[in-house]
């Protein structure tokens, strides 16, 4: 049965309500971290290793091993004079992906998460919504067609105007089952890491991207 736009409104609307209480901070505390290296080199060194500012490792990149990243972040130091030209996050995920896609076990969700650290560090954040992984599932729950790599916020129901485009991104993956309608689903109350931690429901365990 279609879902009314006005039950998407609803979700939306909770979902991002959510977002702003318990995750908004800790994410810009995160995105903060990579605007405040002293270089771009450091930027492109840590972000590639997926590096949190308690010097572990994002959970986003958990399983991919260091072996890969430390590639990944080797393959795209080389390519720093490129990046310091960029004039947009389009245009430095662009670089990103073709630095990363070669690379066995560096996929999307690895290349956004670098470009928007990256990105943070030359004041450069995306215009649009990205879509991958469980952020696709999200976008598709509000009626976007989860076959396209970006979203307009535009596009998306009003309350989304709220968060910022790379918010949007988190939010739609951290809630992808609230905004699917799962009716086991719950308030999070959660205060981890902004980008991991998510709605689930009790005693299981929390859902990543």
């Given at each position: 049965m279609p879902v009314s736009d006005a039950v998407i409104e609803q979700r939306a609307e909770e979902a991002v309500s959510d977002y702003i209480e318990h995750h908004r901070d800790d994410a810009a505390r995160e995105l903060r971290f990579y605007r405040l290296m002293p270089t771009v080199a450091r930027a492109i060194h840590r972000g590639a290793r997926a590096r949190t500012a308690d010097r572990g490792k994002h959970p986003h990149q958990w399983r991919i091993p260091r072996d890969t990243l430390r590639e990944f972040g080797a393959q795209l130091a080389r390519h720093?004079?490129?990046?310091?030209?960029v004039e947009s996050f389009a245009d430095l995920h662009l670089v990103v992906e073709e630095v990363g896609r070669p690379i066995h076990?560096?996929?999307?969700?690895?290349?956004?998460?670098?470009?928007?650290?990256?990105?943070?560090?030359?004041?450069?954040?995306?215009?649009?919504v990205y879509l991958h992984r469980g952020t696709r599932s999200g976008a598709e729950a509000v009626g976007v067609d989860p076959r396209r790599s970006t979203v307009a916020v535009s596009e998306l129901p009003a309350a989304f105007a709220a968060l910022e485009p790379h918010e949007i991104e988190d939010c739609l993956c951290i809630f992808k089952g609230l905004l699917a309608g799962d009716p086991a689903l719950s308030r999070t109350g959660c205060r981890g890491s902004g980008r991991g931690c998510a709605r689930r429901p009790r005693r299981t365990a929390r859902t990543r991207c």
């Open positions: 720093e004079h490129v990046l310091r030209e076990g560096i996929g999307e969700l690895a290349i956004y998460d670098t470009a928007l650290r990256i990105g943070a560090r030359l004041s450069l954040p995306p215009s649009e």
